[in-house]
């Protein structure tokens, strides 16, 4: 079991920078792919950045890319995010998937204003 917990959310200009923090624990070590995931009110959640843990290949969603950055160290999961524009406004979630299942944080919100 794999528990993911985000931190860093909060209200900023547009134009401005976040980093959010997924602080992860449990079973780690099987871990195959993590990332981060976000949803706005009415919609899909989506892909912002995803990282293989097995090919160190990290895919981002076109929309941020140039803009946010995914990295990790052994127990902590990044999003590093630069100008941001009123349409990242979202719920924000950690990732994590081994080869049986599919975790995910509880979310923080990032609210950026125009």
């Known amino acids: 079991q794999v528990q993911l917990v985000e931190s860093g959310g909060g209200l900023v200009q547009a134009g401005g920078s976040l980093r959010l923090t997924c602080s992860a624990s449990?079973?780690?070590?099987?871990?195959?792919?993590m990332g981060w995931y976000r949803q706005a009110p009415g919609k899909e959640r989506d892909l912002v950045a995803l990282?293989?843990?097995?090919?160190?290949f990290t895919k981002y969603a076109d929309s941020v890319k140039g803009r946010f950055t995914l990295s990790r160290d052994n127990a902590n999961v990044y999003l590093q995010m630069n100008k941001l524009k009123p349409e990242d406004t979202a719920v924000y979630y950690c990732?994590?998937?081994?080869?049986?299942?599919?975790?995910w944080g509880q979310g923080t919100q990032v609210t950026v204003s125009s």
């Open positions: 990282d293989s843990l097995t090919t160190s």
């Open positions: 990732y994590a998937v081994d080869q049986t299942r599919t975790y």
């Open positions: 449990g079973s780690i070590s099987n871990v195959l792919f």
